[in-house]
């Protein structure tokens, strides 16, 4: 007996080995005609939390007007928009795991940098794969440099839902009082350490947040590590190869010795698990005096109304500046100044019962009205030219964003295997805040990522 | 097949087996089953993104020679020696032993009430500990820090170990306690009395009388709390692994490769050898066990 059950058990594995990584295939005109349709939007967005304008415009603006136009056209449906309020790492992890089972939203937000590892599991197809015709005039609007956030491999998965730029914010009323000027451009790293090292006299102040370790995930490489790397010329990936232990990598991690190991930047809130937000919060308590963030931290994080870290005077405190390269001339295409872009990016589940409403509720979701509204009277860089026009004129910050960041800024590597060097580059940094030397660090980083991606394309 | 020597409940093999196959699908589809897909699934180079996932190649013992090289893994392994060396065997048992020998003698109130706070940690559910913990051991507003009067020190960065054996002795302690009580009340209290009369010091008590008769709960009680602490996930509802892996125990690890790094074959060749680990501890026990008797 017990045998038996032994064979019958390892039968029914070896069945089941078949079916790692199988994913459905499906009629793309399936349902199209339906009466009463049921689509799910699904974003790390929640109502009076993470990212709660995004959540309030698809709860109460979205969904109500979307519903009505199906009803005008007989159809029934139910929009059901499924909440989180997560780590971007365990936001992935939940869609990747959703995804992979078969499960999952109709229509999901993701970061554009997960594209192409989902695209290579099969666990998003091509948009004309899952949906048939993708013909939309909403394109013409949407800058080809942004449409290539939705893009991999030469083939379009998703619509993007807009763009970023990276700078340093400074607390204006800090700089005053360590008799730093209001309108201060640093134009090479030792400007910021030195503007570091005047803010240190200023008792209960952090000179300078610049994310490091593992912890804060993604953040330390996009807004620490890449942008520092292309203050030195070289980006993390060139020339089919990934940026081995050069002496470039080798200067960032100096930045970082500098930083952490004199004093400059709190080593401890790196390490915490939570001191991505903290670091927001001392922010706007006027408890740090320069971080590296995207215009997300003018817009969402220190946004007077519903940011998560609301200051109060904003306008008047929040300064920015360019990220300045190495030495003026130091940066990537010898330029003076960089930045790193990013943005997130909707696309359909190649599982979902309703393709072709799908596709008609994303088009819905990027219509010049739906994208105007998404802001809500604040201003951000979106998707759509028409409405950038419109609404970025009145923001000061975005305007610079828009006219002084783009043109200057880079994206990062589209692969699947950009993950793995990211958090091997996070990693290296966590070495350095922990009393590791850079060389020390550079030489760990380089192992790591010769086992992650292979000796032949480490450059 | 002849059961009439076997068969002393009369069912006969047809019903007997009628009995017993529900249990036994439940533990072939939630126990067996996973086991073996775990072990299908670590000779894989299985991940959750990126053609991996799509295409799954068999790598054979790949995983485990990579993980045994792993420095990740390794100090792993020592950390999780650690925790279950610090928390369970010495921390829990030696708490559990010594509460239920003191409250032995005091009033039936007074036992009452402490037994109850001290199960009262156990039965609460993790996520509402790890939190109540986190806000101890915070470094801005921390109960500690303020009792302390040096409210900067962010405990579970600066002495990850150190905190989780401390939290893990807190929060099992309970069961060791309550063994080692149900295990006293075994001892007989005419010997006690003669050790008492004959002079003996409570340290000479407890070794020569009292523990003779309980070594069999000790060990029990040891095989258990290390089983359970060894594969304790609590630590990453407090610390997460962090900071810079010094306080990520196996369980921790292989999560983190799993669902955070995605590489689920990986993590299930490290899952394969953690189930390794925990069948040698069982050996060793139940020999030690066995030459009891």
Known sequence: ?459 | MDSSGLDSSGLGVRRAVGFVAPALVLIGVFLVFPALWTLYIGITNYQLTGPAAANPRVVGLDNVVNAVRDPLFTNSVWLTALFVLGSAVIGQNVLGFGLAWLLRTVRPVLRRTVEGLVLLSWILPGTVVAYLWFAVLSRDTGTLGMLLGSPRTAWLVQYPMTSLIIFNVWRGTAFSMLLYTSALAAVPPSQLETARLAGASGWQTVRDVVFPHIRGHVLTNTLLISLWTANDFTPFLLTAGGPNHRSEVLPVLIYRQALESGQLGYASAMSMLLLVGNLVIALVYLRLLRRRA
């Open chain 1, 1 to 459: 007996m017990r045998r038996t059950t032994t064979f019958g058990l390892l039968a029914v594995c070896g069945l089941l080995a078949g079916c790692l990584g199988q994913t459905q295939q499906g009629d793309q005109a399936r349902n199209a005609d339906a009466k009463e349709i049921t689509l799910t939007i699904v974003a790390n967005a929640a109502a009076g939390g993470k990212n709660a304008r995004g959540a309030n415009w698809l709860q109460n603006w979205v969904i109500p007007k979307f519903t009505e136009q199906q009803k005008a056209k007989g159809v029934t449906a139910t929009i059901k928009f499924e909440q989180n309020g997560a780590g971007d790492e365990d936001f992935k992890t939940k869609v990747a795991l959703d995804l992979k089972t078969g499960g999952g939203g109709d229509i999901i937000e993701i970061d554009g940098i997960w594209l192409g590892e989902f695209a290579q599991a099969g666990q998003i197809k091509p948009l004309g794969d899952v949906v048939g015709n993708t013909d939309w005039d909403g394109w013409t609007q949407i800058p080809k440099a942004v449409q290539g956030l939705g893009e991999f491999d030469g083939k379009r998965y998703g619509v993007p839902m807009g763009t970023d730029g990276r700078v340093l914010f400074f607390n204006k009323k800090l700089f005053s009082q360590a008799g730093l000027p209001a309108d201060w451009q640093p134009r090479s790293w030792q400007d910021v350490l030195d503007a570091g090292a005047r803010l240190k006299a200023l008792p209960g102040v952090t000179p300078i947040q610049l994310n490091a370790g593992t912890a804060m995930g993604e953040a330390t490489t996009m807004q620490g590590v890449l942008p520092a790397l292309a203050g030195t010329g070289k980006p993390v990936y060139e020339n089919g190869k990934w940026q081995g232990d050069s002496a470039q990598l080798k200067d960032v991690l100096g930045l970082y010795q500098k930083i952490y190991g004199g004093g400059l930047g709190d080593p401890v809130l790196q390490q915490e698990a939570k001191g991505r937000d903290r670091s927001f919060q001392l922010f706007s308590d006027n408890k740090i005096g320069i971080l590296l963030e995207s215009d997300y931290f003018w817009r969402s994080v220190t946004e007077p109304r519903n940011g998560v870290a609301k200051m109060a005077d904003r306008d008047t405190t929040l300064g920015w500046a360019l990220v300045p390269a190495r030495q003026a001339g130091a940066g990537v295409g010898g330029q003076d100044f960089v930045s790193m872009s990013g943005g997130g990016v909707r696309v359909i589940n190649p599982n979902t019962k309703y393709p072709r409403q799908a596709w008609e509720f994303m088009q819905f979701l990027n219509s010049a009205e739906a994208v105007k509204e998404s802001l809500a009277g604040t201003a951000q860089l979106t998707q759509r030219q028409d409405v950038n026009d419109q609404v970025l004129k009145g923001d000061p910050m975005l305007t610079f964003i828009a006219e002084k960041v783009l043109p200057i800024t880079r994206y990062r590597p589209g692969l699947a295997d950009y993950p793995k060097v990211s958090a091997a580059l996070q990693q290296a940094t966590a070495d350095v805040v922990a009393g590791k030397s850079p060389d020390d660090a550079a030489r760990a980083y380089r192992d790591a990522l010769v086992k992650a991606v292979g000796e032949t394309n480490v450059g």
